[in-house]
């Protein structure tokens, strides 16, 4: 069965540090990948995906990730955090199927960004 | 206009009650879905149904029953609730299963607590 890792569980940096958060997944197949966004209380939001083509995926927020395909990974990157990108981070895979496809969640990545 | 919206957001019930927590799309979607958050924010599929038909159904405990009456609505209905239902349930909706251009939509969440 397929799954997806997220290494860090919480992670904590200050204002204009970079961010690289780690994903690697389970799958023999073709997958989509995705990493989502939830901010305090709120609901989740599409941060960036990759379907095929350039691995290097650029998204929202000034957030980018890249699908290395050899490694299974697609690690989340931000040159330069701000407070405001304190939230969960999911990284997910998606497999299409014929009769449905869903979305398997990594566990989270609890990032606080320190003013 | 919220694009997937669930309500109640809130819901705070006594062991054993019967709830329901409804779903609506305005996206034009055929498919539909419910996903647990747990308290450690761990998310997983529970269903999907594709233009009202169910065609995943994750190892649910059958006191969860989804119904949709049409494919612009999914609603979860939840009997005999145990204090291990307390949970985040969102909703989501994307298109046609098969569609390379596939993303999921998150509704809100419904933050449920069985007291």
């Known amino acids: 069965a397929q799954s997806v890792s997220q290494h860090n569980h919480h992670v904590i940096l200050s204002e204009a540090a970079s961010l690289e958060l780690g994903c690697n997944y389970s799958?023999?197949?073709?997958?989509?990948l995705f990493w989502y966004v939830q901010y305090p209380g709120q609901h989740l939001q599409l941060l960036l995906k990759y379907f095929s083509g350039d691995p290097l995926v650029k998204g929202i927020k000034g957030f980018e990730a890249e699908f290395i395909k050899s490694k299974f990974s697609f690690n989340l990157r931000k040159p330069s955090v701000q407070w405001s990108d304190t939230a969960e981070y999911f990284c997910?895979?998606?497999?299409?199927?014929?009769?449905?496809?869903?979305?398997?969640f990594g566990g989270g990545t609890r990032v606080l960004v320190k003013p | 206009d919220t694009a997937v919206s669930q309500t109640p957001k809130y819901l705070v019930t006594q062991m054993g009650n019967d709830k329901s927590i409804k779903c609506e799309q305005n996206l034009g979607h055929d498919t539909m879905y419910w996903y647990k958050q747990d308290s450690k924010k761990f998310l997983k599929i529970m269903f999907s149904y594709n233009n009202k038909e169910l065609i995943i159904n994750e190892t649910v405990p059958n006191r969860f029953s989804p119904k949709s009456p049409d494919k612009a609505h999914l609603n979860l209905h939840i009997n005999s609730l145990e204090l291990g239902d307390s949970a985040v349930y969102f909703c989501a909706s994307s298109q046609d299963p098969g569609s390379p251009g596939n993303t999921i939509y998150f509704g809100e969440g419904s933050w449920l607590t069985v007291v």
């Open positions: 997910a895979l998606n497999m299409i199927k014929a009769a449905g496809n869903k979305l398997t």
């Open positions: 799958y023999g197949g073709t997958v989509n």
